[in-house]
């Protein structure tokens, strides 16, 4: 699966919003199971949107890939009936310690960790687009997309991250041409559509968060 292809050809098609709100829409199950394909389905989509928005993203993208990738081999893999979903996953890698707890060691690639690393970008995410979807049009992009950074993920981030994202954010590109590239239509489909997305984000954010929270998972290292 991992590289294949089609999964190729599949990343070099446009980014279309509504992939992605298709992909949370079929992430959880009706009891809120996290299907890690859907979730993993929804970062490649959103890749693919910060690919088409220059050079400038690639050392992000690159990031995000290379933790999508870790999952998908997870999921690939000779224990893959275990990744099918975040419990799963959780409860699999828990059970026979394959999770670094309090310092990297022998499981620098868990998928708990991988997962919490996209999983706090999914914060920022949902941070964004709630801005985003509220935006006018003399707001603009580079600050909405760097206040949601600076209250969520830029916390764990070092300084020299933080120094290159807050740069990378103003080379967006503006709130019209954003909202463009989203190819869902006018600003107000886009708008609509994002409205759709959000609720659907939160929910997968919050089922996640709690499911790490009791497992005391929130600070792999
Ligand atoms: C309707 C859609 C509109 C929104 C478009 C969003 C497109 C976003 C696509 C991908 C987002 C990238 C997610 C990045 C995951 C970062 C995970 C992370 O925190 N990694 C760091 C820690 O990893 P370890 O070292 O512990 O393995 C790693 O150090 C990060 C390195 C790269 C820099 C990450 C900066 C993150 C900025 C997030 C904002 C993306 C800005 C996109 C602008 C549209």
């Known amino acids: ?20 709100l298709d992909a949370y829409k079929m992430c959880l199950s009706e009891d809120k199971e996290v299907s ?4 993993v389905t929804g970062w490649r989509g959103l890749v693919k949107l910060l690919n088409s928005l220059g050079s400038v993203f690639s050392f992000i993208s690159k990031d995000a890939v290379n933790k999508i990738q870790i999952l998908v081999a997870l999921m690939a893999g000779d224990s893959g009936s275990h990744y099918s979903t975040v419990q799963l996953m959780v409860e699999y890698e828990l059970q026979n310690h394959l999770v670094d707890l309090t310092k990297r060691g022998n499981h620098p690639e868990s998928g708990c960790r991988t997962l919490l690393r996209l999983h706090r970008a999914l ?14 049009e003399d707001s603009k992009t580079s600050t909405m997309c760097s206040e949601a950074y600076n209250v969520s993920l830029s916390q764990y981030h070092p300084w020299v991250v933080r120094k290159a994202a ?10 019209q ?19 759709e997305a959000l609720p659907l984000i939160s929910e997968v ?16 290292p």
């Open 1 to 20: 699966m991992a590289g294949s292809v089609a999964e190729g050809e599949e990343d070099q098609k446009k980014f279309c919003l509504q992939e992605v």
């Open 36 to 39: 890690l394909q859907h979730y």
């Open 123 to 136: 914060r920022w995410l949902q941070l964004f687009l709630e801005s985003l979807r509220t935006s006018t």
């Open 166 to 175: 807050g740069m990378a954010f103003c080379m967006l590109p503006g709130r």
């Open 177 to 195: 041409e954003f909202f463009a590239a989203l190819n869902v239509g006018s600003t107000e489909q886009a708008v609509a559509v994002l409205g």
């Open 205 to 220: 954010y919050q089922v996640t968060e709690e499911l790490y929270a009791q497992r005391n998972l929130l600070d792999l």
